[in-house]
């Protein structure tokens, strides 16, 4: 076992890498009385070509990932919902990209109910019936999707982005594809991704840092695994040109949605780059665009924008885009106007004074995001599969200059890899 | 449980509550500004906020207003506008780290305090009145809010219900306004609306953190530029009844889901000594996936992706949503009258009642953990007027008897059902 201590932060980290590959995490948190924890495998929507060890290479129906979240859920004794509420504890899981997250909160019965999260996520249950029922559960989920704007202009940018990369598929998948799922296929998903050595346990709140991983420890001990074998992720080529340029959607909304971004290379995910390059861009779009910006105030006045204007950088294996937009009258002139004052600061650079202001500004967020349990788990697991430390994230906001953000500018705006989804009313 | 206690003061009109903690490496500030709700006001005190936010008399540009909070360490600053009760509040909260944490010579509460005051109390003004050109761009925001309700159909399925059922009171009027209004208010009267708003309204000022009473009583003082008086409190809800046959209710727009709604009355109310017996019937009802709503519409079922119960308990109203197969609509509301009616038979097993207090007991003690939850509790029984604190209510369900939650289910009555549909097909309620 061993303990990085955050001078700054007052933050103590207990960190074990076990026997069998897991990656265990307990940050006490003192004075707290909630305890949030969270394990995650390395698998997400994305991973759908691959080719387990020494096996032959599967191609999996899109949503597999997330199917198999859903039916985690149930064990040969009932749902586990119903075992986490007996203790106390509210469970919850979610699917993305790159990670499926599974996670409870509780303020008692916290050896009980983190037992409960190892043992039924190590025990998987799938059988003909229940894999079927679940399908009409998931049908519904999808079409709750189908009808939210926000939703559909979201992947219909990651559409017009990406050709071939599984990024684009909807995370849920397609009704077709969800109902030719298999219990079959979900066991070679989860021999495959479920692995210990494949995920990650992280605990925080009120605990004793050293007993809660003694205890993991033993849970860990009394179960066998089969050895780990390398897993092989196939990923086709991405062009670098987007998909289409400009991708309609037509749906019953009280203003048109629209949302635009540039596509460009994944940053090397080995080492602090990838996560360098999220925290300038993160600096890079708050100064430009963030809401003390004198753009965001010139679209506000000209009525182009209104609170939801907003922008995000998504990156992982094989894929990095931003998402800039939100409601407008007029998505062509919102467009134009945003990639001209990009491009132009990409000329010009930005100013010191700005760059200040939005580096100490994110760096409080960070400060408020440690009062948050969940933002801690969450955050510290998706900076750790990226090769960052989150701890170590004021050093690094730190060390970044005005030069880092103009270099970025240049790098990352590129009239050629810009494609722009648009959902209306009356789109044809 | 509690491990800190509010202290309570007053200045003026100005209620006080401090939470000294050390738990967490903020300050959190909330200030509630709460009137009845009524058809003639609703709208400008909806408005009220957003003007506001544009600027104040030290940051009059809007620009140097988001700059200041920027230079507060990106101290993160918002309202809420929404209904409790009879009464419509609006809700601002900064939160800004202690300076103990940044190399700051800045005594960061006392500028939260100043600026969260300058807010309310002192706005950019021109000519003796708010400035036109926020009062007009803040309109336009507020239409296009009201407008794109309808984009997210569970929201707007929600409101719908709550409308039709409360359609003879003031709980029908939204909390966010009625765009109607918003062509009839101008600078000078969203001006006068506002000095009213201000010299009526209730008034309680939240701080939470690192501090004491006796610290940030003189900061208030000098923040907060009030009318005189002394503090006025909130009057109970009216709890209304059901109707005698339940009302259906069925719209049409392009969707592909349908959004089924109930609306229900329960006679019982936030301040009522049943109100833990309520809450567990809600919890065993809907509230959590052990639930009977979950259970029977989504696992045996499959008939949806959600399907919950949410207690409404400053106004004593249930609701019920969930979204379904347009042509499954009439199994699915005869799925969920039958989970009403199996809890007025009292059929409530021991295990899920147990479940439901072990979850209903973790929801009180997590929110320990959130300046801001532990706010907005404190601020529920300030409001309906209890004295009850996290420690009691948990003695208080903890209490509970399947007998007492099967005599509140007497009470619960089905009072409108809604269901959001496509435009096809069928005549009327489902196909």
Excluded at chain 1, 140 to 166: C, F, K, T
Excluded at chain 1, 244 to 267: D, H, M, N, Q, T
Excluded at chain 1, 365 to 376: C, D, G, K
Excluded at chain 2, 34 to 39: A, F, K, R, S, V
Aim: charged content about 30%; hydrophobic content about 35%; glycine content about 8%.
């Amino acid at each position: 076992m061993a303990t990085k201590r955050y001078d700054k932060l007052q933050e103590t980290l207990y960190y074990e890498k076990l026997d069998n590959g897991l990656d265990v995490f307990v940050l006490p948190k003192p004075g707290f009385t909630k305890t949030y924890a969270t394990f995650t495998t390395r698998y997400g929507s994305i991973d759908n070509r691959f080719r387990p060890a020494g096996g032959e290479e599967i191609r999996v129906p899109d949503g597999i990932a997330h199917f198999l979240e859903h039916k985690m859920f149930e064990e040969p004794e009932g749902d586990i919902f119903a075992t986490f509420a007996s203790q106390g504890a509210s469970a919850n899981a979610f699917t993305s990209f790159d990670r499926t997250v599974y996670l409870f909160s509780a303020t008692r019965n916290i050896e009980a109910n983190l037992a409960t999260l190892l043992d039924f996520v190590q025990n998987p249950y799938f059988t003909d019936a229940n894999v079927e029922k679940e399908k009409g559960i998931i049908v519904q989920e999808i079409n709750m999707y189908r009808d939210n704007p926000d939703w559909r202009v979201y992947y219909g940018l990651i559409e017009a982005l990406y050709s071939v990369h599984p990024v684009h598929i909807d995370i849920a998948g397609t009704e077709q594809s969800v109902r030719s799922i298999t219990k079959e296929m979900l066991y070679d998903c989860y021999r495959t991704f479920y692995h210990p050595s494949n995920m990650t346990l992280f605990v925080v709140g009120g605990v004793d840092g050293e007993a809660t991983l003694e205890l993991v420890k033993a849970n860990q001990a009394a179960k066998t695994f089969p050895e780990a074998g390398p897993v092989e992720r196939i990923f086709e080529e991405e062009p670098l040109q987007v998909r289409e340029k400009r991708k309609e959607i037509r749906l019953p909304v009280s203003l048109p949605k629209c949302l635009f971004g540039y596509k460009e290379e994944p940053a090397p995910r080995d080492g602090s780059g990838a996560i360098r390059r999220e925290l300038v861009t993160r600096l890079m779009f708050d100064i430009l665009l963030g809401p003390s910006s004198s753009l965001y105030q010139e679209l506000y006045e000209a009525n182009l924008i209104s609170d939801g204007f907003g922008y995000e950088f998504n990156t992982g294996s094989g894929y990095s885009f931003s998402v800039i937009g939100g409601d407008t009258r007029d998505p062509d002139a919102l467009v134009a106007k945003v990639t001209a004052a990009l491009e132009e600061a990409a000329q010009k650079g930005v100013a010191e004074a700005e760059f200040e202001r939005a580096r100490r500004k994110r760096i409080g967020a960070y400060l408020r995001m440690l009062n948050s349990p969940e933002a801690i788990a969450n955050e510290f697991t998706r900076y750790r599969l990226n090769g960052g430390d989150f701890f170590e994230l004021v050093g690094l906001y730190e060390s970044l200059t005005p030069g880092d953000v103009n270099a970025r500018l240049r790098e990352h705006v590129n009239a050629d890899r810009l494609a722009v989804a648009v959902v209306r009313s009356d789109a044809v | 449980m509690s491990t800190e206690n509010f202290q309570r003061g007053r200045l003026g009109r100005l209620r006080l509550h401090v939470l000294p903690t050390k738990r967490f490496k903020t300050f959190a500030l909330s200030l509630f500004v709460g009137i009845p709700l009524t058809e003639s006001r609703v709208t400008p005190v909806a408005l009220t906020p957003f003007v506001l936010r544009r600027g104040t008399a030290s940051y009059p540009e809007t620009i140097s207003f988001r700059e200041r909070l920027d230079d507060l360490y990106g101290a993160g600053f918002g309202f809420d506008i929404y209904k409790r009760g009879d009464f419509q509040i609006v809700q601002f909260k900064l939160d800004i780290i202690n300076d103990r944490f940044v190399s700051s010579r800045q005594p960061l509460l006392k500028e939260a305090v100043d600026f969260l005051g300058e807010v309310l109390t002192s706005p950019a003004l021109e000519e003796g009145r708010f400035r036109s050109r926020y009062v007009e761009a803040e309109k336009t925001t507020v239409r296009k809010r009201i407008e794109a309700i309808v984009n997210d159909k569970i929201r707007y399925a929600a409101e719908r219900c709550v409308e039709e059922m409360c359609k003879d009171e003031p709980y029908r009027l939204p909390a966010l306004g009625r765009k109607d209004d918003l062509d009839g208010l101008d600078a000078e009267k969203l001006y006068e609306a506002y000095r009213n708003w201000l010299n009526d309204a209730v008034l309680d000022l939240y701080v939470s953190g690192d501090t004491t009473l006796e610290e940030v009583e003189p900061l208030a003082e000098a923040a907060f530029k009030l009318s005189g008086g002394s503090p006025s409190s909130y009057a109970p809800p009216r709890l209304r009844k059901a109707r005698n046959e339940p009302q259906t209710v069925v719209e049409r727009l392009d969707v592909g889901q349908g959004k089924l709604n109930m609306g229900l009355t329960t006679g019982i109310s936030f301040g009522d000594e049943r109100y833990p017996a309520l809450l567990m019937y809600n919890g065993l009802l809907g509230a959590f996936p052990h639930s009977k709503l979950f259970v029977n519409v989504r696992e045996k079922a499959s008939l949806a992706y959600y399907a919950s119960s949410r207690l409404d308990g400053h106004k004593g109203l249930l609701t019920i949503q969930s979204g379904i197969e347009i042509g499954n609509y009439e199994k699915a509301v005869g799925i969920i009258r039958e989970q009403l009616a199996s809890m007025r038979r009292g059929e409530i097993g021991e295990a899920d009642l147990l479940r439901t207090k072990a979850m209903l007991a973790n929801q009180l003690r997590e929110l320990q953990d959130s300046a801001f939850e532990r706010i907005s509790f404190d601020f529920n029984n300030v409001l309906a007027g209890t004295d009850r604190n996290g420690d009691s209510l948990l003695e208080e369900l903890e209490a509970v008897t399947p007998e007492r939650v099967a005599e509140v289910a007497q009470s619960v009555e089905l009072d409108t059902i809604y269901f959001l549909r496509d435009r096809k097909g069928g005549s009327g309620d489902g196909d």
